[in-house]
């Protein structure tokens, strides 16, 4: 098995007059992988997954694999609040040759931590492929709590959890309370570093759409135990990576892109708005501080 740590980007879709711009995409891909990043995640939040037609969707994960060859994992974001759509999009990413897939908790339904064990443990029933769960509450409103994070883990093909809630005490929890070898990814760049530092494997990056070598970087040096390296590190992007979420995600992330020429657009799509006036303002500002402008 592919091994699912460091740095891994949370890919933004690029879009152009309302399809998916694949060249872009394709040269997205490319600069990630240029940039030393350590994995990619086609169709997450950041990829707008709630927004794509399932064909949209099932296109973008299989370009990325075909575009990716294999140079590091895709964990193609397959996640939905009906079963058996996350039943399907799975389906279609192990057909595309996806390393593992990110299975998001069901939004909108608020169900129970009994529900959300049988919603998962019916996909890993139906599918045969690695499963990276993905616990987001700002956006799911459910929390998936770790006691169930820990009853998922004990199937052979839950490997890990990319861990949204910001929270350092329940990241923990899952660190304490299940295997050694449960891969836990940091949802959020700035608990990116602390999360490695008690333990974690990394992270799933939306500021890695503009500063891929950074990133991985910082990650390199958090899991090799050089604090120093990884702290400045953190420092350097830590206001960038707020200004990924001075608007709505994904528009920061992908104006950012545009304005370095690493995509032809910004657009996003409804119910989505590209960034307003005074969060360009703030982007620019942290992206010159970077050297990104």
Known sequence: MK??????????????????????????????????????????????????????HKRVIELTVKTVRGRVPVIA????????EAIELTESAKNSGADAVLSVVPYYNKPSQEGLYRHFTTILEAVDIPMVLYNVPGRTVTNMLPATVARLATHPNVIGIKEASGNLSQISELLQG?????????????????????????????????????????????????????KELHYELFSLMGAMFCYPSPAPAKKGLELMGRI??????????EIDATGLERLKQDMRACGLL
């Open 3 to 56: 091994r699912f740590e460091g740095a891994i980007t949370a890919l933004v879709t690029p879009m152009r007059n309302g399809s998916i711009d694949e060249q872009s995409l394709i040269d997205l891909i490319e600069f990630q992988i240029e940039g030393g990043i350590h994995g990619i995640v086609p169709c997450g939040t950041t990829g707008e997954s709630a927004t794509l037609s399932f064909d949209e």
């Open 178 to 230: 299940c295997p050694k070898d449960f891969i836990v990814l940091s949802g959020d760049d700035f608990t990116a570093m602390p999360t490695v530092l008690i333990g974690g494997r990394g992270v799933i990056s939306v500021v890695s759409n503009l500063q891929p070598a950074k990133m991985a970087a910082m990650m390199a040096a958090a899991l090799g135990g050089n604090v120093t390296e990884a």
């Open 77 to 84: 974001g397959t996640g939905a609040n009906n079963t058996l």
């Open 264 to 273: 032809a657009s910004s657009e996003v799509r409804l119910p989505m708005t």
